[in-house]
Nanobody, 123 residues
């Protein structure tokens, strides 16, 4: 699996973005996928995860009322819709994949990582 995150950019506070995680290897349907983010000077933290079929999702408490994770396995892509963004959401957002839908909130549980996409929220 070869992950490519995209969709980041500069947005004003209160705005929305949809991030995409595509797999050029065309096997993403075989993996659970998680989104993480890392702000400057901080550790990488969990945002959301989705199982292989898309029937189960899990969100970080800090964002669960503002984000939605979804997937389209026919397009080998996982999405992260983020609404009501605020400057504290500024970070590089990464997608990652693992074979099973377990321990999905842990950075160390993932085998494959994309390169990250920068989200900047201005006040």
């Amino acid at each position: 699996v070869q992950l490519q995150a995209s969709g980041g950019g500069l947005v004003q506070a209160g705005g929305s973005l949809r991030l995409s995680c595509a797999d050029s290897g065309r096997t993403l349907g075989n993996y659970a996928v998680g989104w993480f983010r890392q702000a400057p000077g901080k550790e990488r933290e969990f945002v959301a995860a989705i199982n292989r079929s898309g029937s189960n999702t899990y969100y970080a408490d800090s964002m669960n009322d503002r984000i939605t994770i979804s997937r389209d396995n026919a397009k080998n892509t996982v999405y992260l819709q983020m609404n009501g963004l605020n400057p504290e959401d500024t970070a590089v957002y990464y997608c990652a994949a693992r074979r099973t839908y377990s321990r999905v909130a842990f950075v160390g549980a993932y085998h494959y990582w994309g390169q990250g996409t920068l989200v900047t929220v201005s006040s």
